[in-house]
């Protein structure tokens, strides 16, 4: 059987089987569109559509699946894996480090593999996959964590197709733990199967990600936490300033990549269906939506308020990151990690300083027009493709690359690193990390994230509470565990009110996408300056005009054409 078929995805209407999980009320609701263009009957009982393959013979006795099965290739193979370069000063090079060492050693050398690493920039992902493929040099994995980005690959002919029976050959655990968890389902394009599905727990909520701001100097204004609605903060944050505690709270900083400019909690609930689906995808800004338009009056009053830094568009992100720890801005926002160099280098520098979490609440401020929304993640992690340029052996290694992360002592080393080292075992079972370590074991960004998001999402030890006290940071002046699980269960306070939000996902390539997402990008960020900058007076105008050349620029292309798949019934719907 040929394990692969290099089938161009044609830029058409496709088919998926797509299960957004709709949080309504106090649970999570499925919705599953069937598939529009196949002559084929769609199961709607779990159990079977999650099945494997019927039609392949277990009972065969001369295969032997998994890493039992294995053998060292006759002749080397190369595979190239991204990883995402974050730019984070201090950290190791992530094309070369004692972890890319470490894989090779443990899991390359032994299976005739050299394993080499694509560095992708975190901030400008699509362009930088778009310059391997002009060079001829895409990785042998292709992964993101956005359908639209898969969709755009597999529309421009960048990725393999695959069959799962031999998948599950070569990766037994990676394919039943997607069996598992309902994912099948999201793997096909048009009826085919372009990718495979890494977990994520608590995708509903997005507890490691979180904002830390100057306890102390709201303490010394009067507030013991911080306000919960904008009339209160925009006060705090003049008290600041007024009293010469801060000069520009809000700090600042140019925006980059996609996902600028996320909007959820100035929109309207509950939403309105065709609006989400035209406007909602939070990869390119909704320049010209009501509720990108209230986001930016928000930011353009904070400017005029004097509370952003006059050139916040020139200041990148480790400058921002800097700035908080030199003691220059009220708050950052990032994701905790037990070892975080920004937070120890803020107590370093700031040695009576006090942080807190900014707790999420399940509050409405209607009068400062906010809801406690937030993006829900999709149930499964990074979506994992194979390049159309690789040869079978090459995929074949790709596959026992992710089958050998996954497998719990290889995943538990790359998450926790070497016993005595990086982490030293507690008597409950749990390990305990060995903070500012600086040894050649050194872990990359988030404890080598970067490596093991090709299976998993999280570092998993326990349930919840334990997951987040171990990400807490450590060996600091504070301890954050108590606010940051509070913090977790205020998201899912918000995400079961029905504020957590999944953005619409098409069962069609969109054309206009790929033509105009890079330029509408560079483009939004040119007009987002303007439009932050501009007297109050004018902003009205401003916005309008930019608006519409926006539009003009490509967006309404694409609206248009969500809306016509929307319509057609080829995109998965509110409920």
Avoid at 504 to 509: D, I, K, L, P, T
Wanted: hydrophobic fraction near 35%; include cysteine.
């Amino acid at each position: 059987m040929n394990m692969l078929r290099r089938n161009v995805f044609a830029l058409r209407a496709v088919t998926i089987v797509v299960t957004v999980f709709l949080l309504t009320g106090c649970g999570q609701q499925q919705e599953e569109l069937p598939e529009a263009d196949l002559g084929q009957e769609q199961s709607t009982n779990d159990t079977e559509k999650s099945a494997p393959p019927s039609d392949v013979d277990y009972s065969l006795s001369d295969i032997v699946v998994g890493i039992d099965g294995w053998s060292a290739f006759d002749e080397n193979v190369t595979i190239r894996i991204p990883v995402y370069d974050r730019h984070i000063e201090g950290a190791p090079d992530v094309t070369k480090n004692y972890w890319t060492d470490w894989i090779q050693e443990n899991f390359g050398d032994k299976y005739n593999i050299t394993v080499e690493y694509a560095a992708i920039n975190r901030t400008d992902v699509l362009t930088t996959y778009e310059a391997l493929a002009q060079q001829g040099e895409l990785p042998t994995i292709l992964m993101e964590y956005d359908f639209p980005k898969l969709a755009q690959w597999a529309g421009k002919g960048w990725l393999a197709e695959f069959e799962f029976d031999e998948f599950m050959k070569v990766a037994p655990n990676y394919y039943q733990r997607m069996v598992d968890l309902g994912q099948l389902s999201y793997t096909r394009l048009d009826g085919k199967t372009y990718f495979a599905l890494a977990e994520r727990p608590y995708y509903n909520t997005d507890y490691g990600f979180v904002t830390l701001y100057r306890k102390d100097w709201l303490e010394q204004i009067g507030y013991e936490t911080y306000p919960d609605n904008w009339a209160d903060e925009k006060e705090m944050l003049l008290k600041l300033k007024d009293s010469d505690i801060c000069k520009y709270p809000c700090g600042g900083k140019m925006l980059s990549g996609s996902g600028m400019d996320r909007n959820y909690e100035y929109r309207t609930f509950p939403l309105d269906e065709e609006n989400w689906a035209c406007y909602g995808d939070y990869a390119i800004p909704a320049l010209g939506d009501e509720a990108n338009k209230r986001l930016l009056k928000r930011e353009n009053e904070k400017y005029n308020l004097g509370l952003i830094e006059p050139q916040f568009d020139t200041i990148d992100e480790e400058t921002a990151r800097d700035n908080f720890a030199k003691g220059k801005t009220l708050y950052y926002q990032g994701y905790v990690a037990a070892d975080l160099d920004w937070v120890n280098a803020f107590y370093e520098n700031n040695p009576n300083g006090e942080l807190a979490v900014k707790i999420t609440k399940n509050i409405v401020d209607r009068e400062g027009g906010t809801v406690p929304a937030l993006r829900a993640n999709n149930p499964f992690g990074m979506m994992v493709g194979f390049s159309s340029e690789a040869d079978e052996d090459q995929i074949k290694a790709a596959w026992m690359y992710m089958e050998w992360m996954t497998l719990d002592k290889n995943l538990f080393t790359m998450q926790w690193g070497i016993a005595g080292e990086n982490y030293i075992l507690a008597q409950n079972g749990v390990p305990t990390p060995v903070l500012n370590y600086e040894g050649e074991c050194i872990q990359g960004v988030g404890n080598n994230k970067d490596y093991w998001c090709i299976t998993t999402e999280a570092r998993i030890a326990g349930g919840i509470e334990d997951i987040v006290a171990l990400s807490a940071p450590k060996n600091i002046p504070q301890d954050f565990t108590s606010e940051l699980i509070e913090n977790y269960y205020g998201q899912l306070e918000a995400a079961e009110a029905g504020y957590a939000v999944s953005d619409c996902n098409f069962a069609v390539a969109l054309e206009s996408v790929a033509e105009y997402q890079s330029s509408l990008l560079d483009l939004y960020r040119q007009y987002r300056y303007q439009i932050t900058k501009c007297a109050p007076e004018n902003f009205e105008r401003l916005y309008d005009e930019l608006a519409k050349k926006y539009a003009d620029a490509g967006y309404q292309n694409i609206v248009d054409e969500r809306r016509e798949a929307y319509k057609a019934g080829k995109s998965t719907r509110l409920q």
